[in-house]
C-alpha cells in the first residue's frame, strides 16, 4: 500500500517491529534448549549462561529415569490419532447429512449444535468424571478418546466446507446411478473435500495433544499419562531444577514442532480459509 | 480447554440457499407428471425422500449421542449436584440452595479467584490484540520482504502445548534467578518477585496467555486484512485521509466481525485459564489462583462435588455475562 498515501511507519521501523516480534516468539524455545543442555546452577547464576551447554543428554536420560517419557509419548500419539480419525469420520458424515441430505428439523438440529458450543467444559467435568468412573475407564485411554470422537465444531466446519465444494448435480447424478447415501459420502463427497479434512485434522491432532485439563482428571496411574501429564509429573518431582524439566518439555515439544514445520502451509492457510469469504 | 480453532465463515444465509434444496424435489415431480414413467418416477422419489431421512438421522446420530451423555446429562446432573452436599462417595445429602448461599456470601476465596481471572484475562488481552493488529497490519504491506519467514516465526508459539508454554516461562520468571530479573538488573531494575506478589504472579501468567496467542490472532486479523477492497483505501486517499485514519475509519470497522470473533475466543479462554497458574503455582496469597483451578480442586482434591457443582454453575453465569458485555462494547465500538 506504499503507494498510496504518506507513510505512517517508515519501513525501518516496520521491519524492526516485526523483527522484534519474531524474536521474542522463537527466543522460549531456544531457551528451552539453553537451559535443557546446561545444569541448574550454570542457569541460577547472574549472569545465566545463554549459550547451549553439554549437559543435554545426561538431562534427557535423567528425564526418562524418572519418568516413563516414551509410553507417554506413544499415549499421547495414539490419543491424538483415533480421535483425530474419528472425527474426521463422524464430523464430515454429519457434516454431510447437515448439507446435502432433506429431513425433517434439519435446520432446527444444526442449529441447536451450533448452540451447544458456547457451553463451556467446565460445567460438565464433575458427571464427565463420575460417567467415566461408573464405567470403569478411569486410568483406561478410552476415557480419553471416547467423549472426544465427535464434536460440534467439527461438524459445523465440514457442513459448510462440503456446502461449497461438493455441487448439488455430482449427487443427484450418483443417486440416478443407485449409489446409497453411506456410497455417495464415501466415494464422492469424501474425494472432494479433502482440503478441509486436512485442516481440521491438523487443528483436531494439536488440541488433542496439547489438551491438559480432562486428562490429568481421568489420568491418573503413570502407565497412561499423556505427554502434558507427564511434563506435569516432572514438574511435580523437580521442582525447581529447571535443567531437568526444560529437557523433557524439548523433547515432548519437538515432535510437535516438526509437524508444524512439515506442514505450516496448510495450518495457516487453513487457518484463515473461512475468513477471506 | 481452549481448542485451537480455524475460523469458520458462517452465515446463516448458507441455511436458506440449502432449503431451496427442497425444489429439486419439486423438479423432480415436474418431470414426474410428464406422461409415461409417472407411477414408477413418482414411487422412486418418495423411496428416496425416505432413505435420505433415515441416512440422515443415522449419520447425525453419533454426535447427538455422543453429546446426550457426554453433554446434555452432565449440565442436568451438574444442576442436580449443586443442591446437594455430595462427597466422594456418593453420600448425598438435599441441601437446597445452600451452596449457592455459601458461594455468594462465605466463600471470599471464590471471589478472589473471579478477581484473579478478569486481572490475568486483561492484562493479557487487551496487549495481546493491540500487538496482533499492528503485526498483521504490518504484515499486510505489499513491499515487505520475508512475509512467510515473519508468519512461520510469530505463529510457532500457538503450536506449543500450555504446559511447555507455562513450564518455559515459569523458569524465565524465577524470583531469584532467572532470565527476566536477570535482564530487568542489566538495566538496574531491582528483581520482581514473580511468586509472591499479585502484581507479578498475573504480569508473568498474563505474559504466558500473550505469548502463545498473539501469533494465532495476527494471522487471523491478516486474513481479514486481505479481504477488504484496495479500491476503498484507493477512494480515501484520493479524499485526503492519512494512513492513520485509514487505519481507524476504515481497516477497524472492516475487521469488526472478526476482531468481534477474537474478542470472543479470548473471553472463553481467559475464563478457562487453568495449565498455567497450576504449573506456576497459586502463590501464598492465592493470587495466582483462577476460577478454573479453583473449581478442580474443590471437586478433585477436596472432593466436594455438590459445591464444586454449584461453581460451575456460577462460572457459567459469569461467562455469560461476561460475554454480553464484551459484544456490547464491541457494537459500540462500530458505532462511534
Partial sequence: ?277 | MILVQPLPSFSLAHLKTNKQSGGRNVELKKEGVEVSGKFTKSKKKYSTAQSERRSGYLFISPFFILFGIFGVFPLIFTAYLSFHKWDILGTKEFIGFKNYVNIFTNDPLFWKTVGNTFSIWIISTIPQLIAALLIAYFLNEKFLKGKSLFRLAIFMPNVTSVVAVALVFSAMFGSQYGLINYVLSVFGIEGINWRGSYFGTHVAIATMVMWRWVGYNAIIYLAGLQSIPRELYEAATIDGAGKLQQLWYITVPMLRPIIIFTVIQSTIGGMQLFAEPMLFGEGGQYQGLTMTLYLYQEAFTRFSFGYASAIAWVLFLLIIIVSLINLLITKKIQTS
Wanted: with cysteine; glycine share 6%; aromatic share 16%.
Fill in chain 1, 1 to 277: 500500500m506504499n503507494e498510496v498515501g504518506q507513510k505512517a511507519f517508515p519501513k525501518i521501523s516496520l521491519y524492526a517491529f516485526l523483527t522484534v516480534s519474531a524474536l521474542l516468539s522463537i527466543f522460549p524455545f531456544y531457551w528451552m534448549f539453553v537451559v535443557a543442555s546446561n545444569t541448574t546452577s550454570a542457569i541460577n547464576k547472574f549472569p545465566p549462561s545463554i549459550l547451549p551447554g553439554p549437559n543435554f543428554i545426561a538431562n534427557s536420560l535423567a528425564v526418562f529415569e524418572e519418568i516413563e517419557f516414551f509410553r507417554a509419548l506413544f499415549n499421547s500419539i495414539l490419543i491424538s490419532t483415533v480421535v483425530t480419525l474419528s472425527v474426521l469420520f463422524f464430523c464430515s458424515l454429519a457434516g454431510f447429512a447437515f448439507s446435502k441430505l432433506t429431513f425433517k428439523f434439519r435446520d432446527g438440529l444444526f442449529i441447536f449444535l451450533i448452540a451447544t458450543m458456547m457451553i463451556p467444559p467446565q460445567l460438565s467435568l464433575i458427571p464427565n468424571y463420575m460417567i467415566v468412573s461408573q464405567l470403569g475407564w478411569v486410568d483406561t485411554l478410552q476415557a480419553v478418546i471416547v467423549p472426544a470422537a465427535v464434536n460440534a465444531f467439527g461438524v459445523f466446519w465440514m457442513r459448510q466446507y462440503i456446502s461449497g465444494a461438493v455441487p448439488y448435480e455430482l449427487i443427484e447424478a450418483a443417486r440416478m446411478d443407485g449409489c446409497s447415501n453411506f456410497r455417495i459420502y464415501w466415494n464422492i463427497v469424501l474425494p472432494a473435500v479433502k482440503p478441509g479434512l486436512a485442516t481440521l485434522g491438523i487443528f483436531t491432532f494439536m488440541g488433542t495433544w496439547n489438551d491438559f485439563l480432562w486428562p490429568l482428571v481421568v489420568l491418573k496411574d503413570s502407565s497412561v499419562h499423556t505427554i502434558q501429564i507427564a511434563l506435569r509429573t516432572l514438574n511435580d518431582v523437580y521442582s525447581t531444577d529447571y535443567s531437568l524439566i526444560l529437557a523433557g518439555t524439548f523433547l515432548a515439544t519437538l515432535p510437535i514442532l516438526v509437524v508444524f514445520l512439515l506442514f505450516n502451509k496448510q495450518f495457516i492457510a487453513g487457518l484463515t480459509e473461512g475468513a477471506v469469504k
